[in-house]
């Protein structure tokens, strides 16, 4: 599904030791048509059935306007973000989007990136709080959302994602294959 761009690097650091999550997504995407003007990009945020809609706010923080935001579905949200000036095939532009979950929000376990569209490399930083880190946190590499969510019992010592002395969790991935889910997985629980 080629609409005239794809994404040569996203990152994005997962915070959770704040108020309430919040996420930085910076993305350098490349054009591949004449006169790139705006691109959509799609969040979704899982809920367990029944659950209200999860308060997010999105917004561009740099490089970019957000023209619209279209609920898609209760899970999906679409962004169209217009371009700061129109871009050629081959060139390349970046932008952020500062992304915000509403306090006491309930929230699954994870951040995972599933790319709709071609994706050279992602990478990922989540931040928990260091007076209550996780039990575990492991990598979410290539792998359907029915493995990872709902995810049973624990991973064994040599898949887990060491937790830095700051908090944070890192892990990257070289070329992530469209419609498989990559990021981290954590759990608080005893």
């Not at 996203?10 to 996420?23: N, Q, R, T, Y």
């Not at 059935?49 to 935001?69: E, F, H, I, P, Y």
């Not at 060139?91 to 599933?114: K, L, S």
Request: charged share 30%; glycine share 6%.
């Amino acid at each position: 599904d080629d609409d005239g761009w794809y994404i040569d690097h996203f990152s994005a650091v997962f915070m959770l030791d704040g108020d309430a999550p919040e996420a930085l997504e910076r993305r350098r995407i490349v054009a591949t048509r004449n006169h790139l003007t705006e691109i959509a990009i799609v969040l979704d945020t899982p809920r367990e059935s029944g659950q209200r809609r999860l308060g997010l706010k999105a917004d561009v923080s740099s490089g970019g306007t957000l023209l619209q935001a279209e609920e898609l579905s209760r899970n999906r949200t679409r962004y169209m973000i217009g371009l700061p000036r129109p871009l050629q095939p081959g060139e390349a532009h970046e932008y952020e989007m500062h992304i915000r979950v509403a306090p006491d929000e309930p929230m699954r376990d994870y951040y995972v990136f599933r790319p709709e569209r071609r994706c050279d490399g992602f990478d990922l930083r989540v931040r928990f709080d260091r007076r209550r880190p996780p039990r575990w946190v492991r990598q979410v590499t290539a792998e359907d959302v029915h493995v990872y969510y709902p995810y049973e019992g624990v991973p064994a010592p040599l898949d887990r994602v060491p937790v830095d002395p700051t908090g944070e969790a890192r892990a990257s991935f070289p070329r992530p294959r469209q419609h498989l889910g990559y990021g981290l997985q954590w759990s608080f629980a005893d």
